[in-house]
């Protein structure tokens, strides 16, 4: 039979932290690998009554054909939530934040297309832009974001930069507010459309973020948000907020790929939010990421020779290692599986030019217990390494 | 802002029906336009049960990132129904079957590949394919499909043939035994793959329909089925069964698209199929369908002018109509509105070559009584419409 795939499908690779995952999964290893929230923060109770209720109250609506943009007083919710004056009619619902971005790059993207990323960048999202085979540039990157001046080299014929300001997936770093509003000018003198993906934002552990950057030219972004980091991602709900000149294009890209994510989700997302939920229950995850953060980098202190380094993120999921010189994360793992530890080296992030030193550490997933045998564990592994 | 649009964003479209269901879900329309399931048919206790266990007995797992494949049992139920060998690993779990559409066009579609539908074909498939900017020619087709020597004719240089075989969707047709006899054999020789959608295929009146194409061979085909008509499309759960040299390359296309399914809603609707519940559940659909064709065919024969034509479908939800020459479906439509009743002009159904003059007519939305007073109000918009 004569299977002829398109070119495209060349471009779609096995996820490396997919991979990853499947060796890392056996019992009796630690993982910081996954970018999974703690289960602990899934507000079950919650769920259980807003299905019966769904079911008791919307039956019929809730599990019937429905609109593409999705239900009604969820997207009122979400621009009512969202910090700059929001038209419920910007609000499409997504099957997950992944599902956003896979509509950006059907919509903006031509084969060949250049496209701006950080340096690094969220692994789902290079995967979500590839089968429309993009060219893709790292923007430089430091500590705060993109570097201003990489980013005006760079931009000339871009379509887009991609941000994901907040906490970052996979650094943890946040974007300062003077790179913010340096980026923001930059972008709207240049005519650069950014797309800003905040995931992370409302688990912040001392302070919350500076505001989007979509707030400050909302015609010139789009802006995508999850359910899933503060509710659960098992329901695979999402959102994203478009400018007008987008917002019809997006929905028919929504409509022929799914013809709507799940009414039923949507409805026991919008009544378990409906009394202010959110409120009592983000402050929880905070305080529970960020003790497990905490852990982390106790025992990073503790345990790691002197010349690794790392960070300090101010809210998320994740810490960004570096390896002494010499070293590479990729290498690194499988010793450090077989000291019962495991982690996602830094390369599959980077558009282009990779740190091979770099590694990306969870510290939601594992118990503060397991951190620190955890952490340990990957000390020996590194000092064991040969250099 | 520059938002400079992708090419295939221009092959993007509001559906026709989408701007149809607009006009005629205002009160007092009876509409036969929408292709909903009957909200009746829906297991809402089964639904609220499941929702109750799967959050006390499997929460955590539910609620959590998934596997892009899907839910195990499930996949495993999926291949067990099914009348031919299929492995379980060959199973993809989608979001609506919509979505296993998408994918297949990204993993199968360059810009200008020639791909084949049947005349007319599943409007929501070409919306699927065409972001991907195939060429696409219809296949000319009987009221037993496609024709075997036009389909000869076109298949050289196709990438494959899609075909939804039975109680057809829009035109309610069925593919004989014969029909898929010779269009098996002739696509082997041919070296064409079939992408083969089952919605509809268990809501037959009288006896089953002949077996999938897939079941002859399987590693020529691609098969679909969706949960969304025998339990409830607001879960947007269906799925796909690949061949080995295709079921990689979805996958990853799947991860790219929306990560995975949403966990939660597949393990409700593994929990409800669990003890055989279709078995009972099924027949009685086919009973209040069976019920509401006839209620149709009754009126139709009751009210229409001599020179109409239809169909008896044998299955599905659809009925397909044919007006007097001179007549155009498209035209007429406003007048039926103002005669309280609406349809789906045949027209944006076809590839190439539409017939102006066909109309399709869902029996199952509308009740029995409101069938009845529709159908007169059709006949009476056909006689005072100009020909």
């Known amino acids: 039979m004569n299977w002829t795939l398109a070119t495209r499908a060349e471009k779609m690779n096995p996820s490396v932290i997919r991979e990853i995952l499947k060796v890392t999964e056996r019992p009796g290893i630690i993982s910081f690998a996954g970018g ?23 039956a019929q609506a809730s599990l019937q054909y429905a609109a593409s943009e999705g239900y009604g007083p969820l997207r009122e919710m979400v621009a009512a939530a969202l910090p700059w004056p929001v038209d419920a009619a910007q609000v499409l619902i997504t099957t997950g934040s992944q599902q956003g971005l896979d509509l950006l790059a059907k919509v903006l993207i031509d ?25 893709v540039a790292g923007v430089q990157s430091d500590d705060e974001g993109v570097l201003i001046d990489d980013l005006s080299r760079k931009a000339p014929g871009a379509r887009f930069l991609y941000v994901l300001p907040n906490f970052q997936n996979p650094t943890g770093r946040t974007m300062s507010e003077a790179r913010r509003a340096a980026l923001s000018g930059r972008a709207a003198e240049l005519g650069l459309p950014l797309l800003e993906d905040n995931p992370y934002g409302d688990l912040w552990f ?47 890209a929504k409509q022929a790929a799914d013809l709507h994510s799940a009414g039923f989700n949507q409805r026991v997302v919008a009544e378990v939010m409906a009394d202010g939920f959110l409120e009592r229950h983000v402050p929880t995850i905070r ?65 282009d030019h990779d740190d091979p ?18 952490v340990a564990a990957l000390a020996q592994a590194i000092r064991s390494e040969p250099r």
């Open 36 to 58: 999974l929230p703690s289960p602990k923060t899934f507000p079950v109770a919650e769920f259980a009554q807003a299905c019966a209720k769904v079911l008791r109250d919307d």
């Open 111 to 135: 084969e060949g297309s250049r496209i701006l990323v950080e340096t690094p960048t969220y692994l789902g999202a290079l995967q979500a832009f590839a089968p429309m085979q993009p060219e």
């Open 206 to 252: 001392d302070a919350p973020p500076p505001a989007p950057m979509t707030a400050r030219h909302p015609d010139g972004c789009v802006y995508l948000g999850s359910f899933s980091k503060v509710l659960a991602p098992g329901l695979r709900l999402g959102y994203l907020v478009a400018p007008k000149a987008l917002y019809p294009k997006l929905l028919q």
């Open 287 to 351: 305080a529970l990421y960020k003790s497990q953060r905490d852990a982390m980098l106790a025992a990073m202190r503790q345990h790691m020779p002197a010349d690794v380094r790392w960070n300090t993120p101010a809210g998320g999921m994740f810490l960004w290692a570096r390896l002494p010189e010499g070293m590479d994360a990729t290498r690194l793992l499988a010793r450090a599986v077989a000291h019962n530890v495991a982690y996602v080296p830094g390369t599959p992030f980077y558009a």
């Open 357 to 374: 030193r770099t590694l990306r550490l969870s510290f939601v997933t594992a118990s503060a217990d397991e951190i620190k045998t955890g």
